[in-house]
Every structure is written in C-alpha cells, then in structure tokens.
C-alpha cells in the first residue's frame, strides 16, 4: 500500500525541503520504508494567514487542490 501525503506550505523554503524531511523522516526515524511506500505530491503554496486562522477559505480551497475527487 501506497501513503500519499499533499502538503500544504508557507513559503517557497518549504516546498523545496519538504518532500526531501519527510522522506528522511519516514525511512529513517519511523521505519516506514518497511511497511508501505511513500509518495509526497508537489506542495501547494499558501498565505500563513489562510494556515494560521480556523475556516479561513483558502485553507479549504487548498485542501480541494491537493486532493481532487
């Protein structure tokens, strides 16, 4: 089985680390390699003000983007 993770991030730091510390992360600290494949999809850049605030609409909108029915 296949984990697929699609991150949501601030800034363009985090989109160019992300996928590489959760990789690390999962492999190494939480042997995850050994139990099932992990696929981090490209991050979805958003304003800190749509992470930080509760129903904030972007925040919605973004979690739409990243998994599409």
Known sequence: ???FVAPIV?????????K???S???????AGGEREELCVLEPNPANRS????NDHPE???KVEQSFPL
Do not use: D, N, P
């Open 1 to 3: 089985m296949t984990l």
């Open 10 to 18: 601030e800034g363009a730091t985090e989109e160019h680390c992300f």
């Open 20 to 22: 590489i510390i959760l």
């Open 24 to 30: 690390r992360i999962w492999r190494e600290l939480l």
């Open 50 to 53: 749509s992470l930080v605030k």
């Open 59 to 61: 925040m919605v909108q």
